[in-house]
Nanobody, 121 residues
Framework: QVQLVDSGGGSVQAGGSLRLSCVASEDIYRWAWFRQAPGKEREAIASIATGFRTASYADSVKGRFSISQDNSRTVYLQMNSLKPEDTAMYYC??????????????????WGQGTQVTVSS
């Protein structure tokens, strides 16, 4: 079973930055970051495919967040200009195959345990 370990969350003031990391125990083709606020659905916010520079973003984070990777086993989420509405548990997700919708949680069999991000006003 592929294991993902995500980290880097914390508490910051609005306008601040955080960098999340996720490390996989095996190669991942498609990475994504999701977040879930209390009482809300888990939403996809960013995704990247190994070997491709083009990334996909949700409108809510476009221009503020950036997903990147070192290799097929490590991915990052740089979060700038954080807002209180960014407060949520953040999860990395991965799959080994191509051909699925990047923004559907059902597309990802592998998940990190989650890291909390809290943004105060």
């Amino acid at each position: 079973q592929v294991q993902l370990v995500d980290s880097g969350g914390g508490s910051v003031q609005a306008g601040g930055s955080l960098r999340l990391s996720c490390v996989a125990s095996e190669d991942i083709y498609r990475w994504a970051w999701f977040r879930q606020a209390p009482g809300k659905e888990r939403e996809a916010i960013a995704s990247i495919a190994t070997g491709f520079r083009t990334a996909s973003y949700a409108d809510s984070v476009k221009g503020r967040f950036s997903i990147s990777q070192d290799n097929s086993r490590t991915v990052y989420l740089q979060m700038n200009s954080l807002k209180p509405e960014d407060t949520a548990m953040y999860y990395c997700a991965g799959r080994a195959q191509r051909g699925y919708a990047w923004n559907s949680k059902d597309s990802y069999p592998y998940w990190g345990q989650g890291t909390q991000v809290t943004v105060s006003s």
